[in-house]
């Protein structure tokens, strides 16, 4: 069953997001004009952008998934961060954007980035749909961003709350207590 809660407003719609996705892949394609990419979708929140942002690519681009967790079944993130699932990709020599749904504390990039860094890629880069610093506690390099938004939790376009809500094709601020 769906969690309570109501959705209170829409943040952004199915087309504001998918212009927004078209530019972003325009951005990308231009920047690595003449070589490819490998892109790592974070699950699970940035399974609906990652499939979105590839279709718009002009350039080669293979794919690979990783999973870190760092917020259970709440709405504030709990500060410690587990991977869940690793690549089965070498990465070295490549370069690499991860793909994210949103960035909130910084915490799961960070750690994320830290452990892929390690592996020698050529470069890495940080695409994400959403960018919310309100609560940032980890400074990091954001290269790619979709929307930058204020401090809400919001679900849709993959983003969930308890699992819930990642099938809606707009974003929504949701209130758990409505
Ligand atoms: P961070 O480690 O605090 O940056 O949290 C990043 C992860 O928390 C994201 O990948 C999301 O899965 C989740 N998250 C953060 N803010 C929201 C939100 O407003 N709605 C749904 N999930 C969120
Ligand atoms: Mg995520």
Redesign the pocket.
């Known amino acids: 069953m769906p969690p309570e809660g109501i959705i209170t407003q829409t943040l952004f719609t199915r087309e504001q997001i998918q212009q927004r996705v078209e530019e972003l892949a325009a951005e990308i394609s231009r920047d690595y004009a003449g070589g490819e990419i490998f892109a790592i979708c ?1 699950l ?3 399974l609906v952008f990652t499939t979105d942002l590839i279709r718009h690519l002009d350039i080669p681009v293979t794919v690979d998934m990783m999973r ?4 259970g079944n709440s ?1 504030v ?1 709990s500060g410690s ?1 587990k991977i869940l699932l690793d690549l089965d990709t070498d990465i070295t020599g490549r370069d690499v954007i991860i793909i ?12 994320t980035l830290h452990l892929l860094g390690v592996r020698n890629p050529k470069s890495l880069r940080i695409c ?1 749909m ?1 960018n ?1 610093p309100h ?4 400074e990091l390099d954001i290269h790619y961003s979709g929307f930058t ?1 204020d401090d ?4 849709g376009y993959g ?3 308890q699992e819930y809500y990642r099938n809606l094709p707009y974003i929504g601020i ?1 209130d758990p207590n409505g």
Do not use: C, P, Q, W
């Open positions: 974070l699970k929140g940035s870190a967790s760092s917020y709405t993130s961060v994210e749904d949103i960035v909130d504390t910084g915490r799961t990039l960070h750690k994400t959403l919310k609560h940032r506690v980890e938004i809400h939790f919001v679900v983003l969930d709350y949701l």
